[in-house]
Nanobody, 123 residues
């Protein structure tokens, strides 16, 4: 069983930094692309940042230059370093990973989600 566990959220003032972490555990073959999404109250979940296994990244326009996604393949962990935080960054942040595991006689890639971590930025 594969699990993604996030940590690092909290309540901070505007302008400071936070780092989110998401670690994958369980029985799997490999982790492919990983990403961070967020969902603010009353809004749809949106992609914040994405990173391939090889390290290629892309970001939402709203966070470019302020957020940095990275991963440690040896630790099965993805990070989101968030700087210059703004009140509009307030949301529940979710980790996503495409993970390959051996199930029912074949290698299968499935998307997995973390439970979410609340990030609240006060003005």
């Amino acid at each position: 069983q594969v699990q993604l566990v996030e940590s690092g959220g909290g309540l901070v003032q505007a302008g400071v930094s936070l780092r989110l972490s998401c670690a994958a555990s369980g029985n799997f073959f490999s982790i492919d692309a990983m990403g961070w999404y967020r969902q603010a109250p009353g809004k749809q979940r949106e992609l914040v940042a994405h990173i391939t296994r090889g390290g290629t990244t892309n970001y939402a326009d709203s966070v470019t230059g302020r957020f940095t996604i990275s991963r440690d393949n040896a630790k099965n962990t993805v990070y989101l370093q968030m700087s210059s935080l703004k009140p509009e960054d307030t949301a529940v942040y979710y980790c996503n990973a495409r993970i390959t595991s051996y199930r029912a006689g074949a290698y299968r890639q499935d998307p997995y989600w973390g439970q979410g971590t609340q990030v609240t930025i006060s003005s």
